[in-house]
Nanobody, 126 residues
Framework: QVQLVEAGGGLVQAGNSLTLSCVVS????????MGWFRQAPGKEREFVAA????????YYPDSVKGRFSISRDNAKNTVYLQMNSLKPEDTAVYFC???????????????????WGQGTQVTVSS
């Protein structure tokens, strides 16, 4: 069973930055497309960022484009989410996810991911 463990969440003031990390167990990490999602209280989980297996392709929704950056280190089985210029509306639980059998270069839909972390809380104060 693949396990994903997120870290790096916390309380931060608006305008500041935060970096999340997600360590993935097993030897097949480099074969997975990876993504980050978030869920705010009372809202559905939403896509935040995705990265291809080779690190060369990334994708973001307009809500975070230019502020968030996803990266991965295949040697460390780790995916990162660098979040800059944080806003109160970025407050949510952030989840990393692994698509173990990617059918596209990046995966942006929840159903494409078969392994999920437990989530880490990010709170942005105004």
């Amino acid at each position: 069973q693949v396990q994903l463990v997120e870290a790096g969440g916390g309380l931060v003031q608006a305008g500041n930055s935060l970096t999340l990390s997600c360590v993935v167990s097993g030897r097949a990490f480099s074969q997975y497309a990876m993504g980050w999602f978030r869920q705010a209280p009372g809202k559905e989980r939403e896509f935040v960022a995705a990265i291809s297996r080779s690190e060369s392709i990334t994708y973001y929704p307009d809500s975070v484009k230019g502020r968030f950056s996803i990266s991965r280190d295949n040697a460390k089985n780790t995916v990162y989410l660098q979040m800059n210029s944080l806003k109160p509306e970025d407050t949510a639980v952030y989840f990393c996810a692994a698509d173990s059998i990617p059918t596209a270069i990046v995966s942006t839909q929840e159903y494409e991911y078969d392994f999920w972390g437990q989530g880490t809380q990010v709170t942005v104060s105004s």
